[in-house]
Nanobody
């Protein structure tokens, strides 16, 4: 059974940082491109960043460039999203995804507010 479990979301002030984690099980994680998406209320789900099995970053949204970093640890079957200099417009539910598939985690809420 495939499972993607996100963690690390929360409430943070503007300018703060959070690190999201997504632990995968039931898949050959080291062979997969992984991605983070986010969805704010009333908006479509959008791609934030993606990383290949070798750790090459293939996509990163213009809105987060220079602030967010995607990384992975294949030994731990985990993909991360380090989010720095957070802004209120980063508020959303963040989802982990096996790129190109319908495999999604349950999401983790990130709220940036003063």
């Amino acid at each position: 059974q495939v499972q993607l479990v996100e963690s690390g979301g929360g409430l943070v002030q503007p300018g703060g940082s959070l690190r999201l984690s997504c632990a995968a099980s039931g898949v050959l994680f080291s062979s997969l491109t992984m991605a983070w998406y986010r969805q704010a209320p009333g908006n479509l789900r959008e791609l934030v960043a993606a990383i290949t099995k070798r750790g090459e970053i293939t996509n990163i949204a213009d809105s987060v460039k220079g602030r967010f970093t995607i990384s992975r640890d294949n030994a731990k079957n985990t993909v991360y999203l380090q989010m720095n200099s957070l802004k209120p417009e980063d508020t959303a539910v963040y989802y982990c995804n096996v790129a190109g598939t319908t495999l999604w985690g349950q999401g983790t809420q990130v709220t940036v507010t003063s």
